[in-house]
């Protein structure tokens, strides 16, 4: 087993454990504290102890914030700048399950883009399977729901052609769909993160 090895020291806003629904943050539970980056663990200072988030149970990071999430952290922390980490956690209700967790950080810019940038190749993700726009989200969606014909895709999202085209090859390309428009697993997975 690999020697805990640290990485950065930051002092930044957080909420280990964010309460959202959908993309609505309802938590408020903003901490002030030190967050150590190593090769194993994201430790934050949380009153008189820490807790972790160990990097092999990240599942995603960098997640786009909606306007009223960055409006939310700007006014409890006066940091516009948001880095979310979703990650699996063990449950406190059925013992030997994982649930799912969201991790919001507000610092300032450099400080979220650097440590976007240092987390995403080791935690196994990149900036390009991070990101899906509103049209692919919409696309996503509406292929689940069983609509595949690309004139009906194109009128109920609102796009062109040649944009839906793009959105689809982005899909595809990320391996959340199939040529057909059928879902992948893994495209299931990504559209329960974003509902």
């Not at 640290?6 to 002030?32: C, F, P, Q, R």
């Not at 700007?74 to 649930?99: M, P």
Request: proline fraction near 2%; glycine fraction near 8%; aromatic fraction near 8%.
């Amino acid at each position: 087993m690999a020697q805990e090895q640290g990485i950065a020291k930051v002092d930044l806003h957080y909420i280990t454990n964010a309460v959202m629904m959908g993309n609505s943050l309802y938590s408020n539970n903003w901490e002030k504290g030190v967050m150590y980056l190593t090769n194993i663990n994201l430790w934050f200072s949380v009153g008189n102890g820490w807790e972790t988030i160990p990097l092999k149970n990240i599942t995603m990071i960098g997640r786009e914030p909606t306007s009223s999430i960055k409006t939310k952290a700007q006014r409890a922390t006066g940091a516009s700048d948001v880095l979310i980490i979703d990650y699996v956690k063990e449950s406190h209700l059925v013992e030997g399950t994982n649930v799912s967790s969201t991790a919001l950080l507000a610092g300032n810019e450099s400080i979220i883009n650097t440590l976007k940038n240092y987390l995403q190749p080791m935690c196994g993700s990149s900036q390009k399977s991070q990101s899906l726009s509103d049209i692919d989200k919409k696309l996503l969606y509406l292929l689940y729901t069983g609509v595949t014909d690309f004139q009906k895709l194109g009128f109920l999202i609102g796009v062109d052609a040649d944009t839906l085209t793009n959105s689809f090859k982005n899909l595809k390309d990320q391996q959340l769909c199939d040529n057909g428009g059928a879902l992948t697993n893994t495209g299931l997975k990504k559209l329960q993160e974003i509902m």
